[in-house]
């Protein structure tokens, strides 16, 4: 048996009260063991009445428990401006990252942190248990996570994938029903405060999906930002980015306005004056 590569489950799904007393007698338990296995008790994903018995490599993020560099594989496609720092946070903080660009030169800073740079997004996640995205545009997060080489593509029941690209609501929604549906839970997270922000680590990150996934990838979300926030379900974070850039937009617009109107009575006034003098 090879004990890094089988995650088989080696029993039925049975109830918590039954699980010792059936894995005490289970000949399929024993000979795991025995092979130097890891046996594992993990709530199955959509069925919060159930457990499954998992063998193999494990982690924290695939069974529940808050992310940690020691037990956490961590994935990163996007490493632009933005990315590029916030996927070094992580790096800093100690975690193995897979990472991928679709420029290869663009992994260059996070490779010479310790990153292993890979092919395709779905590379990233096949080596990965909880996986983010910061692309460029909506067709381009389509891509990377929905497409047949994307990241859900490689995704494992129990990863979670957070994408922090300013997006579309109705794709985050997509990308939730879709990752549901293979037991893969999934955040739209996007964020506010430029490569400034991203350079230094604070981040404001507007979060929505399930509370339990947050609560579990949190840490991370800490090593890039300093104000995180659970706007709601699903998409909710992408709505909230979208109002965000509304407010900015006609701020700047009533901004510029007044700067108008203000240049404009000066000059009137201005005007107004010399002819006074003049007459």
């Known amino acids: 048996l090879d004990m890094w590569s089988v ?6 799904s049975i109830t918590g009260q039954h699980l010792s007393q059936w894995a005490l007698g289970s000949q399929q338990v024993v000979a795991v063991a025995t092979a130097a296995f890891a046996v594992q008790y993990r709530r199955c994903p959509g069925n919060n009445n159930s457990a499954r018995l998992v063998c193999g490599y494990t982690t924290s993020a695939t069974h529940g428990g808050v992310v940690s560099p020691s037990t956490t594989r961590v994935g990163w496609i996007g490493t632009g401006v933005m990315g590029a720092s916030m996927c070094g946070h992580i790096l800093d903080a100690g975690y193995r990252v897979t990472a991928y660009n679709r420029t290869a030169s663009k992994t260059a800073g996070v490779k010479a942190k310790g990153a292993q740079v890979v092919a395709s997004p779905i590379a990233v996640a096949k080596q990965s248990d909880v996986i983010f995205s910061i692309v460029g545009m909506p067709h381009d997060v389509r891509d990377v996570i ?10 494992k029941p ?3 994938i ?12 997509e990308i939730h029903q879709r990752a549901k549906d293979k037991g893969v839970l999934a955040l739209d997270a996007p964020v506010s405060g430029g490569d400034i922000g ?15 996934a947050l609560d579990r990838v949190k840490p991370l979300l800490q090593l890039m930002g300093k104000n995180i926030q659970h706007m709601g379900r699903a998409s909710a974070g992408q709505s909230t ?3 965000n850039q509304i407010l900015i937009a006609s701020t700047m617009v009533w ?9 404009w009575r000066a000059v009137v006034v201005v005007v107004v004056g010399v002819v006074v003098l003049v007459v």
């Open 255 to 263: 901004g510029l306005l007044l700067y108008w109107w203000c240049w």
């Open 162 to 173: 957070v994408d922090m690209t300013t997006s579309e609501p109705k794709l985050a929604e």
């Open 158 to 160: 129990g990863d979670i």
């Open 198 to 212: 991203a350079r230094e680590a604070r981040l404001a990150i507007m979060v929505g999906g399930d509370s339990e």
């Open 146 to 155: 929905l497409g047949p080489e994307g990241v859900l593509a490689g995704c």
């Open 7 to 12: 995650r088989a489950v080696v029993g039925r």
């Open 241 to 243: 980015k979208m109002v």
